[in-house]
Nanobody, 123 residues
Framework: QGQLVESGGAWVQTGGSLRLSCAAS????????MGWFRQAPGKERNFVGG???????YFEDDVKGRFTISRDNSKNAVVLQMNSLKVEDTAVYYC?????????????????WGQGTQVTVSS
């Protein structure tokens, strides 16, 4: 059974950076597409970006140029690097996994989810 554990959430000032990590277990990680979602208070959970098994990344428009995703298959881990953070980036961030997925973006496409980690950005 696959498991995902996020870490790295914190409070940060606007313009700052934060690095979120997601550790995976019980998955064919090198063949698994990984995604990041976020849910702001009172809002739906939305896709942020993803990385497929080839290492190609894809992002929603509002984070392009500010966020990057990388993976380390030797550690079964994926990292979301967030730069130039804005107040509107405040949310609970979730890691998700789709074994043998191509480039999934919607919630139903992912099979495994982490518990989430809180990111708070304030001025």
């Amino acid at each position: 059974q696959g498991q995902l554990v996020e870490s790295g959430g914190a409070w940060v000032q606007t313009g700052g950076s934060l690095r979120l990590s997601c550790a995976a277990s019980g998955l064919p990680f090198s063949s698994t597409a990984m995604g990041w979602f976020r849910q702001a208070p009172g809002k739906e959970r939305n896709f942020v970006g993803g990385i497929n098994w080839t290492g190609s990344t894809y992002f929603e428009d509002d984070v392009k140029g500010r966020f990057t995703i990388s993976r380390d298959n030797s550690k079964n881990a994926v990292v979301l690097q967030m730069n130039s953070l804005k107040v509107e980036d405040t949310a609970v961030y979730y890691c998700a996994a789709k074994p043998y997925g191509l480039s999934p973006k919607s919630e139903p496409e992912f099979d495994y989810w982490g518990q989430g980690t809180q990111v708070t950005v304030s001025s």
